[in-house]
């Protein structure tokens, strides 16, 4: 016990070098915390992501592309019926209104895109049952007034984007006409990407309507299992051959959302284990010179008979002393700090993602043309908005390793000194 004192003593000799060494400690510890604790949670969420994905399968018309959709026949929801086991089946028609673009391109000149922007709008009918999505299944964000439910299906409410409105003027209880079809704006919605922001959102009955057309561009059917999937797209693809394309959602988005969470991944244990090391290279690198100051103090201590196991317990005491309360500056550093870390960690995963990407030449307008900027996938949604959480395991977990690093940084040195004689220790300068 006294050497334990003698070593927390110790610790005050220099306070302004104890301090330094703990608040790195402390910022290192919190990286390495940060770190593991993204690491475990996009773990967990990747997991989720792809049963949830691999249970989804997705089926568009064959020759359909963004800018000319083709119909698949209102008959595929007989067939869903007669599967066993389906979660929910949600119908999409969407179509772009292009209608405000000739005014545009009539006032002469090059045209100015953000006008152009404008100018684009797109119709978007959804099966109301179930839970809203954006364009490239994005979740919708409510910016005013209300959303719509099973209960507008047949009804003429929409929700508009917040391009569209700003566009238009038009707010929530404003009414506005398409295609001789007056509808009423019961909600303001926003989204990552533009599609969802310059939308018009509203029951498919209604879509179907204005569009003047039948059937869906889209049917996305999540089974309760993903054991199910192969037999439900088998079965579909036996009743429409190579009419539909039938994949699930995995298929059409996993390969850049796997490479996205890899990188996420990858960051955070690099970000965990260069912490780590920083923290071991900071104490061991004081300790030595601790030791170096002290190795008269340690032929005296020799000299007079004092065990080298009570030496050894004051200085690994002194070092662990430093490494817990650079432990506690490590979890203040995490609560206050360690969203804003999180946020740093996913966003270079998606940038380093998005840089591997070969980069597309600069959209140039030709009337007919959509300006349609490639959107990211959003199925990442649940990735990216990780909610940060310290938990008691990953606390106890770097609490130990606190530990481990306030032993490991002092033993070496400390046994080089304790090789040396008394006599020797008691020359050394």
Known sequence: MESIIRGARNVKRKPGRSVGVIIIIGFSLAIFLTSSIVATSIEAQAASLED??????????S???????????????NLTNNMSQVESVQTFVNEVDRSRIGEVLAQGGP???DALRAAVRFISGQNLSVELEGFVSEDLILVDGRM????DSGSYNVLLGVDAAFSSEIGVGDSIELEGFLLNVVGLISGEVFQTNATILMSIDIAQAITGTTGFDKVVITMESIELVDDAMNFLRAEYGDELTIQTASEQQGDDIAQSIDI????????AMAALFASLLVVGFIMVIITKERVNEIGVLKAIGLPNSKIVTQFLSESIFMASFGFVVCILVTLVAGPMMQTMLIESGSNDASSTEDESTPQQFQPGQILNPTPESSSMDSITSLEFSVDGVSILTSFGLTILIGVIGALYPILGALRMQPAQALRYE
């Open 148 to 151: 719509l439910n099973d209960s």
């Open 63 to 77: 020759d359909a592309t963004f800018d000319s959709s083709a119909s698949i026949d209102e008959g595929i929801l």
């Open 111 to 113: 045209p100015n895109p």
């Open 52 to 61: 949830s994905l691999g249970r989804t399968i997705v089926v568009t018309a």
């Open 264 to 271: 996420i991944g990858g960051n955070a244990d690099l970000g």
